[in-house]
Antibody, heavy 116, light 107 residues
Framework: QIQLVQSGPELKKPGESVKISCEASGYSFTDYAMNWVKQAPGNGLKWMGWINTQTGKPTYGDDFTQRFVFSLETSANTTYLQINNLNIEDTATYFC?????????WGPGTMVTVSS | NIVMTQSPKSMSISVGDRVTMNCRASRNVYNNIAWYQQKPGKSPKVLIYLASNRYTGVPDRFTGSGSGTDYTLTINSVQAEDAAFYYCQRIYISPRTFGGGTKLELK
């Protein structure tokens, strides 16, 4: 069955970096794009952008162009989200989600807490 | 950039009622819209795509409709397990903006 397995929760200090992984299984990894979605505590869903799993080309949403990096390890069917120079507002759950236009499979989310 | 506005922000409904929630895009999205359900502590699940297509396994009490800038998710005969947040999203075209969500509570 199709699964997206994400790495575990992270506790970081302001200014540090974090790299979250999302391992896909049960389908051909390069047939579908992978998106990232942010959900801050008590807030709604915010699309961060997507990565083309065939070419590795990332596309970032307007609010995620500066400190955010999407990358791939195709041999491991894995997508990564790296956030640099973390600040308090980055505290959130981050979901990876497969897309075929709409988002049909989602990872369980990775909670990132930024606190001094 | 396109803005997706959902209304109402919350609603309290009794089991068996019919509920309608709305999503308005700031410009025509040509039916490129999906609806998701999210329960607390869980990942969202797609219910409807391309405005009116029910995703595999979604109960037929969930119906999507609309066109242009205005879209609606209707739940006929609401069940207790339908208590959740519901989000609309522009799909297929970036940015894939989400609406702010509607919280559905059961009385």
């Amino acid at each position: 069955q199709i699964q997206l397995v994400q790495s575990g929760p992270e506790l970081k200090k302001p200014g540090e970096s974090v790299k979250i992984s999302c391992e896909a299984s049960g389908y051909s990894f390069t047939d579908y794009a992978m998106n990232w979605v942010k959900q801050a505590p008590g807030n709604g869903l915010k699309w961060m952008g997507w990565i083309n799993t065939q070419t590795g080309k990332p596309t970032y949403g307007d609010d995620f162009t500066q400190r955010f990096v999407f990358s791939l390890e195709t041999s491991a069917n894995t997508t990564y989200l790296q956030i640099n120079n973390l600040n308090i507002e980055d505290t959130a759950t981050y979901f990876c989600t497969r897309s075929q236009g709409y988002f049909d499979f989602w990872g369980p989310g990775t909670m990132v807490t930024v606190s001094s | 950039n396109i803005v997706m506005t959902q209304s109402p922000k919350s609603m309290s409904i009794s089991v068996g009622d019919r509920v309608t929630m709305n999503c308005r895009a700031s410009r025509n999205v040509y039916n490129n819209i999906a609806w998701y359900q999210q329960k607390p502590g869980k990942s969202p699940k797609v219910l409807i795509y391309l405005a009116s297509n029910r995703y595999t396994g979604v109960p037929d009490r969930f119906t999507g409709s609309g066109s242009g800038t205005d879209y609606t998710l209707t739940i006929n005969s609401v069940q207790a397990e339908d208590a959740a947040f519901y989000y609309c999203q522009r799909i297929y075209i970036s940015p894939r903006t989400f609406g702010g969500g509607t919280k559905l509570e059961l009385k």
